[in-house]
């Protein structure tokens, strides 16, 4: 019952607070808005220790859903090391975001609507890293898409707001399509939805036969949605729209790694299948430098993290694709924490400037929010992998790995990887300086208005800076290693696991030297941005990517719906037939109402007329 419970407090929330929240009061809605999630996790430490324990997976069955053929179709959880992992990320860090947004949305009249809708948002992401079958997992799955439209679209009243919580809705939906044709495959082949089961049909010697390449890219296809990779990754910057705290929580601990863990989780296909792996390692190797190069001309602080999350994800399907799971979810988890940190750290300074998101209108906040800085900074040098922080760690490895493993490790893979560890320390101690060095850039009255976040925010950046610090000190690859074996290294470069690291090092502090050199004086970043006026622009537009969905999707599947569905389809073909069905029983009625006239004589004539006829027809028969 207690990984019942882990999933199923959230959902009390959700519906508790939906339900009576805003007849009770703030102090009621934040008590359960927070207080089950806190709760879920202590059931989730529980679970941990009695995992370690005992060593075998905790397996708990709620009912039997439905049964085809006597096989059953089971709601059922599962902790085991992974799940262990990925619960105690989002159940702890989603926590840290729930008490962060009782500061955060204080004087938003939707207060119990938010927290119903973030506590819902955390139920399904349990039913995801917990489920046993690839059914929960779906449930989840689709859940989360649920949540992060009802989210994202928050402040529906924005209708830029609204439309961009249908962009995650919609674009995520092409995704699950194909996840959805991997799971009918998958059930074909195997004749069961158990995750455990498919794994170990798959690592038998006598795999299914099904085409294991072509099953692992139909569910790398769903994770392209979730996990916003090319090119399926337009939704996420969009995903801004909604409060702060939901980025972070969608972007940190939950929706985004969705991809991440259900390849992770599935990894005896993969293992069978080098053509899917090695294509998932190119998408991810091209999602990481893509999203990278256009961090760097972004504006908004928000839009520079949603490409910087792109990116890392993109890191993360690096090391998936080479064979490195467990260092995929180690990067995943030090990602969780420094992801979160810049998320609510960029929170703090938008409450700080009133609203203002436009880091070219801010510059000097380092004096006058001085925790909401220290913890950006923190976190900041933790994702360009300044060690000993977290993310020097898990990014390490992840190199490494892509130019060591003996599964498709290559150094074109490490050569775009280093490249795009260049460019992530160069935006992000960007964003630093720009955010909270320089001269101020804000109107006076911005600026007389600064002020730092209450306790409730700022007591959580400093947990989570300390998790930015210290948290690549828990070797998950090693907690892993009984699930996931690190791939085997090619022959010859064990010997270049050091210089390896010394670059790692080396690309880091590259990146802060180069953002301190341009952004360090303004003016020479004007005259840089100036020199290379055209390709900032194509970085600044995003590569024009929504333009090209637009004009190539968009504007074609509109002009189909009005023309050819509602004009011809819908108002001429079938309105058209309708109404000329009724054109016709009217003509029709009124032709045979000529005949009721009431007029004796002529129903004497028409019997008369009829009698003849029948005579008539009769004689010569």
């Not at 799955?141 to 830029?160: P, Q, T």
């Not at 798959?202 to 949605?225: Q, R």
């Not at 990779?229 to 996420?236: E, G, N, R, S």
Request: net charge neutral.
């Amino acid at each position: 019952m207690k990984l019942q419970l882990i999933a199923l407090l959230p959902l009390a929330g959700f519906l508790v607070n939906g339900l009576v929240g805003r007849r009770l009061g703030r102090a009621f809605v934040s008590l359960v808005g927070c207080g089950l999630p806190i709760l879920s996790f202590a059931l989730a430490v529980a679970s941990f220790r009695e995992l370690s324990a005992g060593g075998a997976p905790l397996v708990e069955i709620a009912y039997t859903w439905a049964a085809f053929g006597g096989q059953p179709f089971e709601i059922a959880f599962q902790f085991d090391r992974l799940s262990a992992v990925m619960t105690l990320i989002v159940t702890g860090i989603g926590s840290l975001i729930h008490v962060y947004s009782t500061g955060y949305m204080k004087d938003d009249p939707g207060y119990a609507r938010y927290f119903a809708y973030l506590n819902l948002f955390l139920f399904f992401m349990l039913l995801l890293v917990l489920g046993k079958s690839l059914l929960v997992l779906f449930t989840g799955w689709e859940g989360v898409g649920l949540a992060s439209y009802l989210l994202i679209g928050f402040w529906f009243e924005d209708a830029d707001k609204a439309r961009a919580g249908k962009k995650a809705f919609i674009t995520n939906r092409v995704g699950d399509a194909g996840f959805l044709l991997g799971m009918f495959l998958l059930y074909e082949a195997v004749g069961t939805l158990d995750m455990q089961a498919i794994n170990a049909a798959f690592a038998s010697a006598s795999p299914p036969a099904v085409s294991a390449s072509l099953v692992g890219l139909l569910l790398f296809i769903g994770a392209c949605g979730k996990s916003a990779q090319i090119p399926l990754h337009v939704w996420l910057p969009d995903a801004m729209a909604g409060p702060t705290p939901v980025s972070a929580l969608i972007h940190a601990a939950t929706m985004v790694t969705a991809g991440v863990y259900m390849t992770a989780r599935l990894s005896p296909i993969y293992m069978l299948a080098p053509e899917a792996s090695q294509a998932i390692a190119a998408v991810g190797a091209a999602t990481a430098f893509f999203a990278a190069t256009i961090a760097i001309a972004q504006t908004d602080i928000k839009k520079v993290l949603a490409y910087s999350t792109i990116s890392q994800l993109g890191f993360m399907f690096v090391a998936i694709g080479v064979g490195a799971y467990g260092v995929a979810i180690f990067h995943l988890y030090t990602h969780a924490f420094f992801k979160a940190c810049l998320f609510l750290g960029a929170g703090s300074v938008i409450h700080a400037m009133s609203g203002e998101q436009d880091v070219r209108k801010m510059g000097g906040l380092a004096r006058r929010i001085p925790v909401t800085f220290a913890t950006f900074a923190i976190a900041t040098a933790a994702i360009a992998g300044i060690p000993p922080l977290a993310g020097f760690f898990s990014k390490d490895e992840i190199l490494w790995f892509a130019l060591s493993s003996a599964h498709g490790g290559s150094a074109v893979l490490f050569a775009v990887a280093s490249l795009t560890a260049l460019l992530t320390a160069f935006y992000m101690f960007r964003l630093l300086w720009l955010t909270f060095f320089g001269a101020p850039r804000m109107s006076k009255e911005t600026a007389h208005h600064v002020h730092e976040s209450p306790a409730s925010m700022t007591g959580v950046l400093v947990l989570l800076a300390v998790g930015s610090a210290v948290g690549g000190f828990v070797s998950i690859p090693h907690y892993l290693e009984p699930m996931f074996a690190l791939p085997p290294v090619k022959e010859g470069l064990d010997s270049l696991e050091k210089p390896v690291v010394y670059l790692s090092v080396a690309i880091a502090l590259i990146g802060l030297a180069g953002a301190w050199h341009v952004f360090g004086d303004l003016r020479r970043a004007e005259s840089m941005r100036t020199r290379f006026a055209a390709i900032y622009s194509v970085l600044a537009a995003k590569y024009y990517v929504d333009e090209l969905y637009d004009t190539l999707l968009a504007r074609p599947l509109t002009w189909i719906s009005k023309h050819v569905f509602l004009d011809f389809g819908d108002r001429a073909l079938l309105d058209g037939t309708l109404d000329g069905m009724a054109r016709l029983a009217r003509r029709t009625a009124g032709v045979l109402a000529r005949v009721q006239t009431g007029q004796l004589q002529l129903y004497l004539l028409l019997a008369l007329a009829g009698i003849v006829g029948a005579l008539w027809w009769m004689s010569h028969v």
